[in-house]
């Protein structure tokens, strides 16, 4: 039922848009109605030229691989999260090449990261 709303819809607005450019093009053409055309026109091509350099700066600085900041280096100590909550378990080197880590709490409430067993590449 959506649908059929939604194209009912969709072909009212477009006789509406086609009523609306009729009666447009009822009308003379006056300079002042050449002056914003020309603007339009102006305004987009700014905005295709500005869009196109913009594409092939970024083009450039992914090809060279030279962005201006690299990754930041991430801490191999597990001692802390980014919270400050203590915690325990597997070493990062193991944690990095497991397909499954599972991430629990203990009594004290620390957190226990664990390699899962036997899902190692």
């Known amino acids: 039922m959506r649908y059929a709303i939604h194209l009912v819809a969709s072909i009212l607005m477009w006789v509406l848009f086609s009523w609306y450019w009729y009666l447009v093009m009822q009308r003379q053409v006056s300079p002042s109605s050449l002056r914003a055309v020309g603007l339009l026109f102006v305004i987009s091509a700014v905005g295709l030229v500005l869009t196109i350099a913009w594409v092939a700066h970024n083009k450039r600085l992914a090809a060279r691989n030279r962005r201006?900041?690299?990754?930041?280096?991430?801490?191999?100590?597990?001692?802390?999260?980014?919270?400050?909550?203590?915690?325990?378990?597997?070493?990062?080197?193991?944690?990095?090449?497991?397909?499954?880590?599972?991430?629990?709490?203990?009594?004290?409430?620390r957190k226990v990261l664990a390699a899962a067993q036997g899902v190692h590449d």
């Not at 900041?69 to 919270?83: F, Q």
Request: net charge negative; no cysteine.
């Open 68 to 109: 201006r900041g690299g990754r930041p280096a991430v801490s191999e100590a597990l001692s802390t999260d980014h919270l400050g909550r203590q915690m325990t378990g597997t070493p990062a080197a193991d944690l990095q090449t497991a397909k499954v880590v599972t991430v629990s709490v203990d009594e004290q409430g």
